[in-house]
């Protein structure tokens, strides 16, 4: 007569027990394992726990789903701790073709979901309007309104302050109290929030000098978000009585508030922006680093690519000490029904690991795309199980990307061998031309490509990921397209093509041998003389600043760029150290980049020879004998005054030489 008691506080938290329950037991034919080793009283470490899942055309997933099917997601974030949802009602209600219902409704079908389930409904509704204007911002409290009245039940309207919306603090104010006043009439418990993205330091002082003389009851709390002022400073400027909640970007993985540290540029062509991207150490990281200033998250998502890092952010909203490791074995034991000695952990955390430094060196990814083929023999049932498909799917798009680069890189440096032998400039052009673009008339590795397509085709059937433009319609090619990417070049075939057609337009075959000397020995400068690439891993020797926010991927063409792969990587300021130089020679400097490059030598100003500003022209600078006396130099760059200017918009360095005279 044994009794399993699942105990709640209240309604909500009995969810919480079951979700425990089924977490922790072990489901088999006619039989449920629960170890009393699993009994636990528990009670969570923060009030906010929410994510994401705007029903909006931007989604990678979600705009294609049924009510039936938000219903299940939202119901399994709860069994792992999420306690809300934030749904995106005003934005981005252009048709699309993968939607089954209309926006409205759906937002009205949200909001019963989570009074259902006893769970806190957010809205993130950015004013675009300019609220300067008195007509425009009325028109935006009425639509607020409209909305207000409609909705059967809603906890929390958060308002971005910037990304999108620009109006000052002094409009912005009036506006979040008018519509406070509005919400209260029909939601007597909901709250206003707002963020301070893209605030500069006048906006961001305003904002916190009236929030802190005036102390206004209409105000719940703020939002830290991508653009936002330091979390920490926030929580400490902001008067005890309002909350502070986190707005984590757990989706992407470059361009965006937390980029996947030092990540090769080949994943970064090809899966882009939203893949599947399970991270659990990375993003456990950041949340110890930052939660402890708020009062929990409602993270940032925009698609179901992101799922594990969903379920590890809710755990550790409840329990921040909980283990990595043990997260990752309930996810496995509630979605997938595998036991331990599967290790499913363990081979998600070896996907994660594939992401770390020059893809050329990790031959872990072969090791890791092996695990899963053997656990997907093991596991034929779970081929239809997305949560499944897209983890086995992402062990073979690694290790075709792999395999990919090394061979379109060993092409690439047959094509500059080719252009060291002496002959004419055009016969020397059309046979490297012809070696690169091997890459497309002799392609390698067909089979694991026509699995990841197959992949891909289940997982719009299974859960409407669109992974495609073209065949899923996807909203963007930044919006989790890996199929559409999946052959991007991964040496510079397109640019070698282009820079070869202008070459041809040259008067006379020494201007073009010249310019072919100059191609050839890009990255190959020859004896003591260095290159690097400066955010590219595996040619990057030199280059100290290799932080995750020092790193910058281009996203230019709808990231179909025929540019230098090179010119696709930046930093705005990196440093540099060389050793073992010779004390009794002078050297040169060249950068190619965008804008500015105020260089430092040693910490002294150096100024340029020739300073041209537009991408993949050369910036020199002369380095005398007195830097190099003691064999090594430091080198620096001043930070350009470029405060106006949007951050896609700034100085950038992308290659750096340094070239013995």
């Given amino acids: 007569n044994k009794i399993l008691w699942l105990i709640g506080n209240d309604e909500r938290g009995l969810l919480y027990a079951a979700g425990s329950f089924l977490r922790n037991a072990q489901f088999a034919s006619k039989r449920i394992v629960f170890g009393k080793h699993n009994e636990e009283a528990s009670a969570p470490a923060y009030s906010i726990r929410g994510h994401q899942l705007g029903y909006r055309n931007t989604n990678n997933t979600c705009d ?15 069994i792992f701790g999420c306690n809300g949802i934030e749904n995106i009602p005003f934005e981005d209600k252009a048709p699309s073709p993968v939607v089954k219902f209309t926006w409205e409704a759906m937002n009205d079908e949200l909001s019963k979901i989570c009074e259902k389930y006893a769970l806190d409904y957010w809205v993130w509704t950015p004013a675009t309007v300019d609220l300067s204007d008195p007509e425009k911002f009325e028109v935006e409290v009425q639509k607020h309104k409209t909305f207000y009245e409609r909705c059967p039940h809603l906890s929390g309207v958060f308002v971005p302050g910037g990304d999108p919306g620009h109006n000052h603090p002094s409009y912005l104010i009036p506006f979040l109290k008018a519509i406070s006043l509005e919400l209260k009439k029909h939601h007597h418990e909901a709250g206003v929030w707002v963020s301070l993205q893209g605030f500069n330091h006048e906006q961001t002082d305003y904002f916190f000098d009236h929030i802190t003389k005036n102390q206004p009851d209409w105000l719940t709390g703020v939002v830290s978000g991508p653009g936002s002022p330091d979390m920490a400073v926030t929580r400490f400027r902001l008067p005890k009585k309002y909350k502070h909640r986190h707005y984590p970007d757990i989706t992407h993985t470059v361009r965006c508030q937390y980029p996947t540290p030092q990540w090769d540029q080949a994943f970064a062509l090809t899966l882009g922006r939203e893949p599947c991207n399970p991270q659990p150490v990375f993003y456990a990281e950041i949340h ?12 940032y998502s925009d698609g179901v ?24 074995e309930e996810y496995s034991r509630f979605f997938f029904g595998t036991t331990e000695a599967d290790h499913i952990s363990d081979a998600i955390l070896a996907l994660e690991r594939n992401w770390q430094g020059a893809i050329e060196d990790n031959g872990s990814i072969e090791t890791t795309f092996s695990y899963w083929q053997n656990l997907e023999q093991k596991y034929p049932e779970l081929d239809n199980n997305w949560r499944w498909v897209q983890l086995v799917m992402r062990s073979y798009y690694d290790n075709y990307t792999r395999k990919r680069k090394l061979y379109e890189n060993s092409l690439e440096k047959e094509a500059m061998q080719i252009l060291e032998i002496e002959g004419k400039a055009e016969d020397l052009m059309n046979r490297a031309l012809e070696m690169v673009y091997k890459a497309e008339t002799e392609p390698r590795n067909g089979e694991i490509k026509k699995n990841i397509e197959e992949y891909c085709e289940k997982l719009y059937q299974q859960i409407g990921l669109q992974t495609s433009v073209k065949k899923y319609n996807a909203s963007g090619p930044e919006r989790g397209c890996v199929l559409d990417f999946i052959d991007y070049p991964l040496n510079n075939r397109w640019w070698l093509e282009d820079e070869f057609n202008k070459i041809r337009q040259m008067q006379t075959e020494q201007e073009k041998q010249a310019r072919l000397e100059i191609i ?6 020859g004896e003591g003389s260095f290159y690097d690439n400066v955010s590219d891993v595996s040619q990057s020797p030199h280059v100290q600043t290799q932080t995750r926010k020092s790193y910058g991927y281009a996203w230019w063409d709808q990231g179909m760029s025929r540019k230098r792969l090179s010119t696709q990587l930046n930093q705005n300021q990196p440093e540099l150290i060389y050793e073992g130089l010779d004390p009794e020679a002078t050297y040169t400097i060249r950068i190619a980049g965008e804008g500015e490059a105020l260089l430092r030598v040693d910490g002294e100003r150096v100024e340029p020879l020739v300073y041209p500003k537009n991408l993949e022209t050369f910036k020199e600078f002369h380095i005398t004998q007195k830097y190099v006396s003691d064999s090594k130099i430091t080198v620096s760059f001043d930070v350009p005054e470029e405060s106006h200017l949007n951050w896609r918009h700034k100085s950038k ?6 070239i013995k005279n």
């Fill in 64 to 78: 294609s789903w049924t009510v039936a099917q938000y219903e299940k997601y939202i119901r399994e974030l709860v």
């Fill in 288 to 299: 110890r680093q930052t939660e402890p200033f708020t009062d929990g998250s409602v993270t």
């Fill in 305 to 328: 690519h992101d799922d594990v890092n969903k379920v590890l952010w809710s755990c550790l909203d409840w329990n921040p000490e909980r283990d990595i490791h043990q997260i990752l």
């Fill in 520 to 525: 050839r020995t890009w990255d190959n400068p």
């Fill in 653 to 658: 360095i992308c290659d750096i030489w340094l």
